[in-house]
């Protein structure tokens, strides 16, 4: 799987939109872009997932880049409890059974 | 989407007795479960993958006496942390891939499992 990075943390306030980059500059045609968040003391959420296009589901919006070396995953209106770590994976869906390879993310801070 | 439960939460238990934790996939079958482990500000490290009706595969550096692993259902893994010492003390996490409801296969994690040895 291709390597991410990440901002190793972030702060955003209350209400407004968070934005959080991720850089996949060696991504290949066959890998998706996936996020996942992890409150403290719980296991990994799935968030949003994307090939080309931007993408938005009920919990954040996906933008990629038109060269597929980076993204930036949106919180439109940020609230405390979305205060986590952002983890963004790349993945080929089809590579089977394998497990997800967690890099070290960016830890998100929502403020009052 | 699909549910993975992971019990107990939270064990607290003395220097050199064995922990059991369990991986449930309550709507969907799982041949393969994975287990990780997170230490404080650390990111999840894969320790094993868990296969139904075989042995399970440990990564590099995971002792496989130490840390055992029964996959006996296509719904339940169970993971052994055996003579426990206080080094041990983990997020524990398992994880289930499943078909979710656009077609895709995503991965769902448990709750985690906070393990204090004493």
């Known amino acids: 799987d291709a390597k991410t990075t990440q901002p190793p943390s972030m702060d955003c306030a209350e209400g407004r939109a968070a934005n959080l980059p991720c850089n996949h500059s060696?991504?290949?045609?066959?890998?998706?872009v996936y996020w996942y968040r992890q409150i403290h003391s719980q296991g990994p959420q799935y968030i949003i997932h994307?090939?080309?296009n931007n993408e938005t589901n009920e919990m954040a919006s996906l933008i990629i880049t038109e060269d597929r070396k980076s993204s930036t995953l949106i919180l439109p209106h940020a609230t405390l409890r979305d205060t986590a770590v952002y983890y963004c994976i790349v993945r080929d869906p089809n590579s089977g059974n394998t497990p997800l390879v967690f890099g070290k993310g960016t830890r998100l801070s929502v403020i009052a | 989407g699909a549910v993975v439960s992971q019990h107990p939460s939270r064990v607290i238990c003395k220097s050199g007795t064995s922990v059991k934790i369990e991986c449930r996939s309550l709507d969907f079958q799982a041949t393969t479960m994975f287990w990780y482990r997170q230490f404080p500000k650390q990111s999840l490290m894969l320790m094993a993958t868990s296969n139904e009706g075989s042995k399970a595969t440990y990564e590099q550096g995971v002792e496989k006496d130490k840390f055992l692993i029964n996959h006996a259902s296509l719904t339940l893994s169970t993971l052994t942390v055996t003579s426990a010492h206080p080094e041990d003390s983990s997020f524990y996490i398992c994880?289930?891939?499943?078909?979710?409801?656009?077609?895709?296969?995503?991965?769902?994690f448990g709750q985690g499992t906070r393990l204090t040895v004493v």
């Open positions: 994880s289930a891939r499943a078909r979710t409801r656009g077609g895709n296969t995503e991965a769902f």
């Open positions: 994307g090939l080309k």
């Open positions: 060696t991504i290949s045609g066959n890998e998706y």
